[in-house]
């Protein structure tokens, strides 16, 4: 039997399986400090101290505030200033506000983002064939309620229900967001489950861990693919190559029992002929 065939459940991750960046972090912040009338910031020192803030506060508060019932507003407040001030800009608070509410603004947009070609297309085919397709995303509420639709991803035609970290209160590589997936989907069991994602440690392995099948997409070439490979993870470049790998394998089912039938005729024919 294919896998295809055992399905009731596809989930997606959104960046770098949907969804990609567009340009350099520093572009937006330059474009913001320059509309407060300040130089453009350094950009190699911007995207450094954007990474360790961005950590930082993913540690002391995940899924962006959730728990301590933060407003996702001040959440981006701290982040944005704490970046400024680890890349060696510290401006002062009516300046930064200027800065800070062009940068949210920004990306609660769809304007940083470009959907990959081939992603509505699989997304609308899986639906097509009957399946329940999911959002798995560590991404806060604008993603689902802005972002995605904005980009071509509607819930009712691309894609049915979403599990976003920010919402959810739980976050990749937890394997209870998947969990709560395969609830929100009407209780489907795992082995009648796909998820898709770009990472070996939040997408693949927590995925696996609760009995989903899995595959990972290679869309930039990773250095890391091919241990992913090595450890026996599918691995496929894009979702045009999923939708055929999915294909593939039900075909090769269709052919197989179209075999299986015209022997079995010809034995039927075979054992009438002698009767």
């Given at each position: 039997m294919s896998l295809l065939s055992k399905l009731r459940l596809i989930t997606v991750d959104v960046t770098g399986t949907l969804i990609a960046y567009k340009g350099h972090l520093g572009d937006y912040y330059c474009m913001a400090a320059k509309s407060a009338g300040m130089p453009c910031p350094d950009y190699n020192r911007m995207h450094?101290?954007?990474?360790?803030?961005?950590?930082?506060?993913?540690?002391?508060?995940?899924?962006?505030?959730?728990?301590?019932?933060?407003?996702?507003?001040?959440?981006?407040?701290?982040?944005?200033?704490?970046?400024?001030?680890?890349?060696?800009?510290?401006?002062?608070?009516?300046?930064?506000?200027k800065i800070f509410r062009r940068i949210y603004s920004a990306f609660g947009s769809s304007a940083p983002y470009s959907a990959f070609p081939d992603a509505q297309p699989f997304l609308r085919w899986a639906?097509?064939?009957?399946?329940?397709?999911?959002?798995?995303?560590?991404?806060?509420?604008?993603?689902?309620?802005?972002?995605l639709p904005a980009l071509g991803f509607n819930q009712g035609s691309e894609w049915d229900f979403g599990v976003f970290s920010g919402i959810a209160g739980v976050e990749k590589?937890?394997?209870?967001?998947?969990?709560?997936?395969?609830?929100?989907?009407?209780?489907?069991?795992?082995?009648?489950?796909?998820?898709?994602?770009?990472?070996?440690?939040?997408?693949?392995?927590?995925?696996?861990?609760?009995?989903?099948?899995?595959?990972?997409?290679d869309r930039f070439k990773t250095a890391d693919a091919?241990?992913?490979?090595?450890?026996?993870?599918?691995?496929?470049?894009?979702?045009?190559?999923?939708?055929?790998?999915?294909?593939?394998?039900?075909?090769?089912?269709?052919?197989?029992?179209?075999?299986?039938?015209?022997?079995?005729n010809r034995i039927s024919e075979k054992l009438k002929m002698g009767a």
């Open positions: 450094e101290g954007f990474k360790v803030a961005y950590t930082e506060m993913a540690r002391q508060y995940p899924c962006f505030g959730f728990a301590a019932k933060m407003p996702n507003i001040e959440w981006w407040r701290t982040c944005v200033k704490n970046s400024f001030v680890k890349a060696g800009y510290d401006y002062d608070d009516e300046t930064f506000e639906r097509e064939k009957g399946l329940t397709v999911g959002i798995v995303s560590n991404a806060e509420y604008r993603y689902k309620d802005v972002i590589p937890d394997p209870r967001i998947y969990k709560i997936a395969l609830e929100m989907a009407g209780n489907i069991a795992p082995e009648e489950a796909l998820h898709i994602g770009d990472s070996m440690r939040k997408d693949y392995t927590p995925a696996r861990s609760i009995g989903m099948h899995a595959l990972l997409l091919e241990s992913w490979r090595q450890s026996g993870a599918t691995v496929l470049p894009d979702l045009v190559a999923t939708q055929e790998w999915l294909t593939k394998n039900q075909n090769e089912e269709q052919k197989q029992e179209t075999v299986a039938s015209q022997v079995l």
